[in-house]
T-cell receptor, first 112, second 117 residues
């Protein structure tokens, strides 16, 4: 039962433009959401998170938006840089230090 | 470097053999997690520990799998009688017990890539 879904397996964006990654979830008990970035042959690296009591969290070039009524969150990266090329995973949990449930990931390619 | 470390990074074994992986978490992190990732999928939760206590196990963790964290520091994951379906990346993560703000979360190691022939 896939409770976290990333329906876009890949995204190509030009350097300097905005990247928008989407994530949908089905479990209304999720109360903490995270985005991870993964390069080949490395473990996932934490990017940004958001609690269910908020609808936006910003950290530098990264902003996460949460729409609880739609059970949808998105990650905005602006401006996109070549080093942002990686696989991005959306994850969710029912408590801030419990097990994470991940989406299948979105491969982002930033072109010059 | 004080990040999560895993050993070995790669393991090739024949079907039916036993394998053991080790994870060293970030120092003073109370919680330790194991995940498995197969091609084209996100990591799937296997089990986690708070100190030496194993608090939760996924249905994915069949009786051929056993995980330990004997002294509340490093952890081992053993797979007995490996099968080809066990081929995957095994990821370890750690986190502090009391998050200090929204940025404290699970920090992952580089993973152990298992190939079962």
């Amino acid at each position: 039962d896939q409770q976290v879904k990333q329906n876009s397996p890949s995204l190509s964006v030009q350097e300097g433009r905005i990247s928008i990654l989407n994530c949908d979830y089905t479990n209304s008990m999720f109360d903490y959401f995270l985005w991870y970035k993964k390069y080949p042959a490395e473990g996932p690296t934490f990017l940004i998170s958001i609690s269910s009591i908020k609808d936006k969290n910003e950290d530098g070039r990264f902003t996460v938006f949460l729409n609880k009524s739609a059970k949808h969150l998105s990650l905005h990266i602006v401006p996109s840089q070549p080093g942002d090329s990686a696989v991005y995973f959306c994850a969710a949990t029912t408590d801030s230090w419990g097990k994470l449930q991940f989406g299948a990931g979105t491969q982002v390619v930033v072109t010059p | 470097d004080t990040g999560v470390s895993q050993d070995p990074r790669h393991k090739i074994t024949k079907r039916g053999q036993n394998v053991t992986f080790r994870c060293d978490p970030i120092s003073e992190h109370n919680r330790l997690y194991w995940y498995r990732q197969t091609l084209g999928q996100g990591p799937e939760f296997l089990t986690y520990f708070q100190n030496e206590a194993q608090l939760e196990k996924s249905r994915l963790l069949s009786d051929r799998f056993s995980a330990e964290r004997p002294k509340g520091s490093f952890s081992t994951l053993e797979i007995q009688r490996t099968e080809q379906g066990d081929s995957a990346m095994y990821l370890c993560a750690s986190s502090p017990r009391d998050p200090k703000g929204s940025t404290d979360t699970q920090y992952f190691g580089p993973g152990t890539r298992l190939t079962v022939l």
